[in-house]
């Protein structure tokens, strides 16, 4: 399985702290299409995190770009 892991480190009110670990295939679906799944844990709200996604840069400079996620956990929501 082709694919390369990064870590997940920040903090915010809601979250306190979360931690975690995503995994972003590469060249699945070509060059400019990815997928990544990722998971961590929040130490605020005590709750795990996961989610997967796909997503396409449709420019050869990284400026224009589509992504499909799904994600369980807490969310930003802007009132």
């Known amino acids: 399985m082709q694919g390369k892991f990064t870590s997940e480190l920040w903090a915010n009110r809601v979250d306190a702290l979360h931690f975690g670990l995503r995994w972003k295939g590469e060249n699945?679906?070509?060059?400019?299409?990815?997928?990544?799944?990722?998971?961590g844990y929040n130490s605020g709200s005590k709750r795990w995190f996961s989610g997967l996604g796909l997503g396409r840069v449709w420019n050869e400079e990284g400026r224009?770009?589509?992504?499909?996620?799904?994600?369980?956990?807490?969310?930003t929501r802007y009132l």
């Open 28 to 39: 699945y679906l070509g060059e400019r299409t990815a997928v990544y799944a990722k998971a």
């Open 64 to 75: 224009a770009f589509s992504k499909i996620s799904y994600r369980e956990g807490t969310q």
